[in-house]
């Protein structure tokens, strides 16, 4: 029962820990039922899906944007979100920088830390993230907010651990910095597996997914793939 999933986690989060349902593959109705639930900001993976969601929900829920964002999907999504958690490279965020500029907003964003220096994944290299946040700290329509990573999904939650020390050393370095548009509150990082974990390691923003909505079932209704 997802409300009851949902009540448990709540209840259990320590205070300062923001709760974002993590809610790829789920039906609008379903995600409606959470954020009823207490659930205050949805995390999605995908423009078109977070779309269909907002259609129901709108601003009943505040939205983050955690999954893999394509050049060509920025302008729909400044539109719809609230946060963006993923971005990794200059590209992405001048394009982010110029769709919020024409829109007149400023786009808080998360910069994805790719801890475990894995060449398939996304994030900027831990050697980069500083470099990279200088970089997209120039950009005037964009505010960043802190980091975000992802570590691995499966096995031991133990793993993970090491991922998001990293991370946190990475965002501790950063905010002595205090350059300019960047305002590092905010460390997203654990999942239904490793968010205690996380949590322990300093992250205020976790992303759950199928602790709240069960396991996800691929295929049926979406062509997207696992991540
Ligand atoms: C799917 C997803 C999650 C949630 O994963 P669960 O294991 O279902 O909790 C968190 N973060 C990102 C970026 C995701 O894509």
Not at 83 to 99: C, G, N, P, Q, Y
Not at 179 to 189: A, D, T
Not at 190 to 199: L, R, V
């Amino acid at each position: 029962m997802t409300k009851q999933n949902v009540s448990q986690i709540l209840s259990e989060l320590p205070n300062g820990v923001e709760l974002v349902a993590a809610a790829k593959t789920r039906q609008p109705e379903e995600i409606l039922g959470v954020v009823e639930a207490g659930v205050k900001i949805v995390g999605e993976n995908y423009v078109q899906e977070a779309v269909r969601a907002y259609e129901v929900i709108g601003n009943k829920a505040k939205w983050h944007f955690i999954g893999y964002l394509q050049t060509n999907k920025v302008k729909k999504a400044v539109r719809i979100f609230d946060m963006i958690e993923t971005v990794d490279s200059l590209e992405i965020a001048r394009e982010i920088d110029k769709r919020c500029a024409q829109i007149g907003k400023i786009m808080p964003v998360l910069i994805e830390i790719n801890s475990g220096r894995e060449k398939q994944k996304s994030g900027v290299f831990p050697e980069k993230a500083e470099q990279l946040v200088k970089e997209i700290s120039t950009c005037q329509n964009i505010r960043i907010m802190g980091l975000m990573t992802m570590g691995p999904r499966f096995g031991n939650p133990e793993d993970s651990r090491p991922y998001f020390v990293e991370a946190k050393k990475i965002f501790e370095r950063i905010k002595k910095l205090n350059l300019p548009n960047v305002e590092m509150r905010y460390l997203s990082m654990g999942m239904t597996n490793s968010y205690k974990i996380a949590i322990e390691e300093g992250a205020n923003i976790v992303r759950i997914g199928s602790k709240i909505f069960g396991e996800r079932v691929y295929g049926a209704i979406t062509k997207t793939p696992s991540p």
